[in-house]
């Protein structure tokens, strides 16, 4: 079919004026602490969520390690669901469920965690899955780092709780 010997092109890499090189990335703002633009957050809401488990914290309070794995499948299926709808959908239409929360509206415990694990975000995204069950965790771009499981809403208690 073609030469064997034929050596493949290597791939070219951005410059910038000054001439230095510089990694190109798919998502703009991904793992980028800065605020993201105006223009920027509208492609994110247009998109449907992905999902990064790295950070996932085993033990503490809000840790996953006591999840049955009855539990897992149900919270799994739940994040399924989710992969079907944009962020638009997720955290405009349904935003009285699914909804950044400020670290100073958080209890003292998932202050602490956030500070532990996350000492730059000022705020962490909450995921309702059915009745007090939530994820929590970090947005990046949209993608969706999963830190926290609160089974009984005592991440951020409320009034009602």
Same mark, same amino acid.
């Given at each position: 079919?073609?030469?064997?010997?034929? +050596?493949?092109?290597?791939?070219?890499? $951005?410059?910038?004026?000054?001439?230095?090189?510089? =990694?190109?990335?798919? /998502? %703009?703002? *991904?793992?980028? +602490?800065?605020?993201?633009?105006?223009? $920027?957050?509208?492609?994110?809401?247009?998109?449907? =969520?992905?999902?990064? /488990? %790295?950070? *996932?914290?085993?033990?503490?309070?809000?840790?996953?390690?006591?999840?049955?794995?009855?539990?897992?499948?149900?919270?799994?299926?739940?994040?399924?669901? *989710?992969?079907?709808?944009?962020?638009?959908?997720?955290?405009?239409?349904?935003?009285?469920?699914?909804?950044?929360?400020?670290?100073?509206?958080?209890?003292?415990?998932?202050?602490?965690?956030?500070?532990?694990?996350?000492?730059?975000?000022?705020?962490?995204?909450?995921?309702?899955?059915?009745?007090?069950?939530?994820?929590?965790?970090?947005?990046?771009?949209?993608?969706?780092?999963?830190?926290?499981?609160?089974?009984?809403?005592?991440?951020?208690?409320?009034?009602?709780?």
């Amino acid at each position: 079919m073609g030469d064997k010997n034929k +050596k493949w092109k290597r791939p070219t890499q $951005d410059q910038h004026p000054g001439g230095s090189k510089s =990694p190109r990335s798919a /998502i %703009s703002g *991904l793992g980028d +602490k800065r605020p993201i633009a105006g223009a $920027d957050v509208d492609k994110i809401y247009d998109q449907h =969520p992905a999902w990064r /488990i %790295s950070k *996932l914290e085993p033990s503490g309070p809000f840790g996953w390690r006591g999840v049955s794995a009855e539990k897992l499948l149900e919270i799994c299926g739940k994040l399924a669901e *989710l992969e079907a709808v944009t962020w638009r959908e997720i955290l405009m239409t349904r935003k009285k469920q699914n909804h950044h929360i400020a670290i100073e509206d958080l209890g003292p415990e998932a202050q602490r965690a956030l500070r532990r694990t996350f000492p730059d975000v000022d705020q962490v995204l909450s995921l309702h899955l059915t009745g007090k069950n939530r994820v929590l965790g970090i947005l990046q771009g949209p993608v969706m780092l999963i830190v926290w499981w609160d089974e009984g809403h005592q991440f951020c208690p409320t009034d009602k709780d």
